[in-house]
């Protein structure tokens, strides 16, 4: 089998997720490489331990910067506190009158709160860089490579969050808005409201991506052990309990050759896990991808990759 429907035009948003070690980087790097055959493609990493720079063996970074050599593809290191440190610097006018207006903290307090980091904020202002580059529409195809399990279901749930943080504002705005009504006998809106508002617009936003399935398609890699497979069958349990849909996954280190002990060895020892895989996700394409010689890093054996990926179309 190989990778399918990544080339629909509707689709722009591929995230790869799993177990940490089990090949998502290489993956996601491979299947930029062939999408930007076609489209201009931007590869993401939301890994706060990014490696998309030793795998492309290219300086990346949280600044969008091409790829060398591949002339429709660009990549870029997303830094949750640098992004967390835009958001704040954009936006500090209104969170502070939010805060002014809301509590009765004096101005030194505000501005230590406004300091502050919070927590799961990391997975939210990866996702909201993530659909802030969508919405500015530079690129096609926007592909993401996500931390091990744990984050990226943080990751997925962060718009959940962010709408909770949202009712908390808006009902601090609110007792605000009574008050000025009542002395003033009206309220205008002013911007912290607009502010809030635009907030909740990100939030359905990325909902409304996550869960269209000709836009988004989450891939999950794994490869064939015991404990791989069990937060593989978790991570996609998850997944469908925020209604976004995995058509197919990556099996990865497939041990194909019997032409040493070692080798018969390990793929005896492989086989009754590539019989539970094919068990337990019989529902989605399986792409077999079988052990490399050596580490997957540069352009190279990554196109090496890529035709594993892609083998019915080459």
Same mark, same amino acid.
């Not at 600044?63 to 870029?76: F, N, Q, R, Y």
């Given at each position: 089998?190989?990778?399918?429907?990544?080339g629909e035009r509707d689709l722009q948003l591929i995230i790869f997720g799993g177990k940490g070690?089990?090949?998502?980087?290489?993956?996601?790097?491979?299947?930029?490489?062939?999408?930007?055959?076609?489209?201009?493609?931007?590869?993401? #990493?939301?890994?706060? &331990?990014?490696?998309?720079?030793?795998?492309?063996?290219? !300086?990346?970074?949280?600044?969008?910067?091409?790829?060398?050599?591949?002339?429709?593809?660009?990549?870029?290191?997303?830094?949750?506190? @640098?992004?967390?440190?835009?958001?704040? #610097?954009?936006?500090?006018?209104?969170?502070?009158?939010?805060?002014?207006?809301?509590?009765?903290?004096?101005?030194?307090?505000?501005?230590?709160?406004?300091?502050?980091?919070?927590?799961?904020?990391?997975?939210?202002?990866?996702?909201?860089?993530?659909?802030?580059?969508?919405? @500015?529409?530079?690129?096609?195809?926007?592909?993401?490579?996500?931390?091990?399990?744990?984050?990226?279901?943080?990751?997925?749930?962060?718009?959940?969050?962010?709408?909770?943080?949202?009712?908390?504002?808006?009902?601090?705005?609110?007792?605000?808005?009574?008050?000025?009504?009542?002395?003033?006998g009206s309220y205008k809106v002013d911007e912290v409201d607009t502010f809030l508002l635009n *907030?909740?617009?990100?939030?359905?936003?990325?909902? $409304?991506?996550?869960?269209?399935?000709?836009?988004?398609?989450?891939?999950?890699?794994?490869?064939?052990?015991?404990?791989?497979?069990?937060?593989?069958?978790?991570?996609? &349990?998850?997944?469908?309990? #925020?209604?976004?849909?995995?058509?197919?996954?990556?099996?990865?280190?497939?041990?194909?050759?019997?032409?040493?002990?070692?080798?018969?060895?390990?793929?005896?020892?492989?086989?009754?896990?590539? !019989?539970?895989?094919?068990?337990?996700?019989?529902? *989605?394409?399986?792409?077999?991808?079988?052990?490399?010689?050596?580490?997957?890093?540069?352009?190279?054996? *990554? $196109? !090496?990759?890529?035709? !594993?990926?892609?083998?019915?179309?080459?």
């Open positions: 089998m190989t990778l399918n429907g990544l070690g089990v090949g998502k980087t290489s993956s996601a790097i491979a299947t930029s490489l062939e999408l930007s055959e076609d489209f201009r493609t931007l590869l993401i #990493s939301t890994d706060p &331990a990014h490696s998309l720079s030793d795998c492309l063996e290219q !300086q990346i970074g949280f600044k969008v910067v091409e790829v060398s050599g591949i002339s429709k593809l660009s990549a870029i290191e997303v830094v949750a506190e @640098e992004a967390l440190s835009k958001f704040k #610097s954009e936006h500090h006018s209104e969170l502070k009158k939010l805060l002014v207006t809301s509590t009765s903290f004096d101005n030194e307090d505000i501005d230590d709160m406004l300091t502050l980091s919070i927590p799961g904020i990391d997975e939210i202002m990866s996702f909201k860089t993530i659909i802030d580059f969508i919405e @500015e529409g530079q690129f096609e195809k926007y592909v993401v490579d996500t931390a091990p399990t744990g984050h990226v279901l943080r990751l997925i749930s962060s718009p959940k969050l962010l709408d909770a943080w949202i009712k908390v504002a808006a009902k601090m705005r609110w007792k605000y808005r009574y008050m000025v009504t009542s002395f003033a *907030l909740k617009k990100t939030v359905k936003r990325i909902e $409304n991506i996550l869960r269209d399935q000709t836009r988004c398609e989450f891939i999950p890699v794994c490869i064939p052990e015991s404990m791989a497979i069990s937060e593989t069958s978790r991570l996609l &349990a998850d997944l469908g309990k #925020s209604e976004i849909v995995a058509r197919q996954i990556i099996i990865n280190n497939v041990m194909t050759s019997d032409g040493c002990d070692f080798c018969e060895r390990r793929k005896a020892g492989q086989l009754k896990y590539l !019989q539970e895989i094919n068990k337990n996700f019989s529902y *989605l394409n399986r792409v077999e991808i079988p052990v490399f010689p050596e580490e997957i890093k540069g352009l190279d054996s *990554l $196109n !090496q990759l890529r035709k !594993q990926l892609f083998k019915d179309k080459k």
